[in-house]
T-cell receptor, first 109, second 111 residues
């Protein structure tokens, strides 16, 4: 059983495009949700936490659907610098976190 | 992330050798984690600590030991390295909002 599943992509989009990623999780009791980005050969960096009501940070919007057990990330007006792997992370209960394998995004000039 | 450092950055070991990876933080967080990242598998939790003097097993603890003698440091040990432990190892700290911040990683190759 995979706790967290993501479409690995790759997603290749032109600059200025809007792109969306989904992530599904298996445990309905999961409590915390996050998106991280990881550049090649670097550490993951927190992009944003995902709240039940949905939240936005500039060009990035995250949504949580507890009924269907998925979270999404929408990137508007894609920039070249958005090229990275996006990791979905879920905390079930307690102190352990589960990571998806990541979705690769390349923004093309 | 200047708040979490890892030593060493790279290491090559022969099968059966031992080594210790050091994670240090300067942010006074209670929670610290060790993960490994392998191609196609995402990050997997090895061990974690909820405070000085405490440790707990994660998803893939076999072949590893940890210690948290000081709050700032979390050590990951390999007593007898195996090729299956070739991986990139990341340390992370966790804040009160459950947000994690990672160190730069250690690339370990076991031949």
């Amino acid at each position: 059983r995979k706790e967290v599943e993501q479409d690995p992509g790759p997603f290749n989009v032109p600059e200025g495009a809007t792109v969306a990623f989904n992530c599904t999780y298996s445990n309905s009791a999961s409590q915390s949700f996050f998106w991280y980005r990881q550049d090649c050969r670097k550490e993951p960096k927190l992009l944003m936490s995902v709240y039940s009501s949905g939240n936005e940070d500039g060009r990035f919007t995250a949504q949580l659907n507890r009924a269907s057990q998925y979270i999404s990330l929408l990137i508007r007006d894609s920039k070249l610098s958005d090229s990275a792997t996006y990791l979905c992370v879920v905390r079930e209960t307690g102190n352990q976190f589960y990571f998806g394998t990541g979705t690769s995004l390349t923004v093309i000039p | 992330n200047a708040g979490v450092t890892q030593t060493p950055k790279f290491r090559v070991l022969k099968t059966g050798q031992s080594m210790t990876l050091l994670c240090a933080q300067d942010m006074n967080h209670e929670y610290m984690y060790w993960y490994r990242q392998d191609p196609g598998m995402g990050l997997r939790l090895i061990h974690y600590s909820v405070g000085e003097g405490t440790t707990a097993k994660g998803e893939v603890p076999d072949g590893y030991n940890v210690s948290r003698l000081k709050k700032q440091n979390f050590l990951l040990g390999l007593e007898s390295a195996a090729p299956s432990q070739t991986s990139v190892y990341f340390c992370a700290i966790r804040d009160s909002s459950y947000e994690q911040y990672f160190g730069p990683g250690t690339r370990l190759t076991v031949t």
